[in-house]
């Protein structure tokens, strides 16, 4: 499985971003994809998940209620759509793929796609 993360840039307070990552492989619709973000000096840190059966979703709490994660089978690919995005919002975005979607939380994850800048001035 390999992922293209895309959808990233330079957005002011309050407006939104659709980040994409798009998978080759057919096992891919039943893995878990997770988005995970990491800043300048921070660890990488887990923001949304979704399960490859039964469209499970979990979300950091930061982000509840403005982020949401959501799959196009068809596409092989799963969205992150962030509305009223802060400035503590920037960071690279990365998506990963695997296959316990409980161990995305954590980080176990078995494929990783590249990072998309997220940048959200004030």
């Known amino acids: 499985v390999q992922l293209q993360a895309s959808g990233g840039g330079l957005v002011q307070a309050g407006d939104s971003l659709r980040l994409a990552c798009a998978a080759s492989?057919?096992?891919?619709?039943?893995?878990?994809v997770a988005w995970f973000r990491q800043s300048p000096g921070k660890e990488r840190e887990f923001v949304a998940a979704i399960s490859g059966i039964g469209g499970r979703t979990q979300y950091v709490d930061s982000v509840k209620g403005r982020f949401a994660i959501f799959r196009d089978r068809a596409k092989n690919t799963v969205y992150l759509q962030m509305n009223s995005l802060k400035p503590a919002d920037t960071a690279v975005y990365y998506c990963?793929?695997?296959?316990?979607?409980?161990?995305?939380?954590?980080?176990?994850?078995?494929?990783w796609g590249q990072g998309t800048q997220v940048t959200v001035s004030s």
């Open positions: 492989g057919r096992t891919f619709s039943s893995y878990a």
């Open positions: 990963g793929a695997g296959p316990i979607f409980e161990r995305m939380f954590v980080g176990e994850v078995t494929y």
